[in-house]
């Protein structure tokens, strides 16, 4: 008799995680909150809010694995790539987890083929999972027009 609750109880806590298309609610929150204070997006600053989002943070996603390896090969990373360096101070964007991800974007969009292993498989992850992300934030991006239109 206790059993089936308690199932039900901990099925519930790990789902209500998660929006319909398997975003975290965190993801989405974020995409609300800087989307809308963003009037215009261009590319750059949209592969920054891509690269916060809450997937990619190894608290909030047991999949992401920190390796010591991390702290050697993507400073390295990080000077190679130009347009990683951001000059942002805002909350997210600093973090370790968002700046390893944005740097790997970076390096599967100018196709880099000089990773480490680790590193191959970090970024066929974020690649994987940048479309339905992206969907997100474009699903945000038309309420806040709809929204607009609106006049709210």
């Not at 209500?16 to 989405?28: F, K, N, V």
């Not at 997937?55 to 992401?64: S, V």
């Not at 942002?88 to 790997?104: A, D, G, I, V």
């Not at 100018?110 to 970090?122: C, E, G």
């Amino acid at each position: 008799m206790i059993v089936l609750p308690v199932i039900i109880c901990v099925w519930w806590q790990k789902s209500a995680r998660y929006s319909g298309d398997q975003i975290l609610i965190d993801t989405t929150q974020l995409y609300w909150i800087f989307l809308s204070k963003t009037a215009s997006i261009i590319v750059k600053r949209a592969i920054m809010i891509l690269s916060a989002s809450r997937e990619f943070d190894r608290n909030r996603n047991p999949l992401i694995v920190d390796r010591l390896s991390d702290n050697v090969e993507l400073p390295k990373l990080f000077r190679e790539l130009p347009d990683v360096q951001e000059k942002t101070k805002e909350r997210p964007f600093q973090l370790p987890y968002c700046l390893k991800s944005r740097t790997l974007l970076h390096a599967h969009l100018t196709r880099l083929t000089t990773l480490s292993d680790d590193l191959d498989k970090d970024k066929r992850y974020i690649v994987k999972k940048s479309p339905y992300l992206i969907n997100e934030m474009i699903n945000i991006e038309a309420q806040l027009v709809a929204l607009g239109h609106a006049g709210r």
